[in-house]
């Protein structure tokens, strides 16, 4: 199998993911349980989050505390189909599609930022009654929105797992530290107008089987899937909208205000927290040299993140390019067991919803 990386190493963060530039190849990986392929090609629950809008919710399993899973950007629940059904044997666990994404409504504004994204995951869980405190667990652009959510929210969280995730600094630190980096700016710009390529193609309706446009921008059969699961991903990559959605989430990180980027960095007390970091990550066209200053970069911001929390872990997984869901899910599985496990310890066994939420101005 071959999934499009949303390359946050590289620091070209989601443009080249969904970009298709650069692509990131199956390793060794732990057979995953059996999951309904049918789920992922219609609607599960589609919840009110306000505005008329509604975002696709797809839950399994019961207990608590309920486990949240945020993919990472151009991606939506299914990039958590070997996670989910291991999960749901332990307790409730959700993934869902962010605005404009798969069986969501698209967000009021094709410029919506993280903020946004934090509002619409806090509205859903909300009107979906789904009870705090939530374990959330983040991949890569996912990792940067639930760790925005336990600060604006921190009352309704009770424990973290963050895989192979984004940084709120990785875009300025990444710059000065391979700076002068022509090659990094030039796979920027490169992404971009494929971007608004994709973009441009969708809304004249020509990403159509077999036009060039269709081979650019539509992900190739994944032989894993059924042809029928294969064939309701690749109509929805044909539309505006998912393009749309997918650029917005490219511009979420780059767009952080200052006060965004010193709240997510503020201490979670002991919250409960394990950082999952990928092993390798690949590159085009950046020297080796750079590619190893971005590598141990990329590992000081992910002990930074850790340590936010006086019980953060930060573990490297050796056997992982980005997608460690995908690559080694047991290890993802094990970390979020954990959590749970900790925080069932810790809190009363009823594990009561939370009072109100503690929501910053």
Sequence with gaps: MWRLSFLHAAGVCTALAVSGLVMAAESTRTPSLPFD???????????AVGGGRRLNLYCSGSGKPAVILDAGAGGSMLDWYTIQPAIARTTEVCSYDRAGREFSDPAPAPASGLASAVDDLHALLHAATIASPYVLVGHSLGGVIVLSFADRYRAEVAGMVLVDPGHPEMFPRIAAAIAPAPVYDKLVAQAARHLNDCIAAARRGAIRPGSTAYKMCVSPTDPKFSTALNASEQQRQRRLQWWEATKAETRMLHDLSPA???????????????????????????????QITIENLWKTMHGELAALSSEGLDRPVPCSTHFIQLDCPSVVIDAIDEIISRVRSTRSPQLAPSAAPIAKP
């Design 37 to 47: 392929q049918t789920a992922y090609m219609h609607p599960q629950r589609r919840v």
């Design 260 to 290: 965004e980027i010193t709240d997510m960095q503020q201490s979670l007390g002991a919250l409960p927290l394990i950082v999952l970091t990928a092993s390798a990550h690949t590159i085009p066209g950046i020297s080796g040299r750079q």
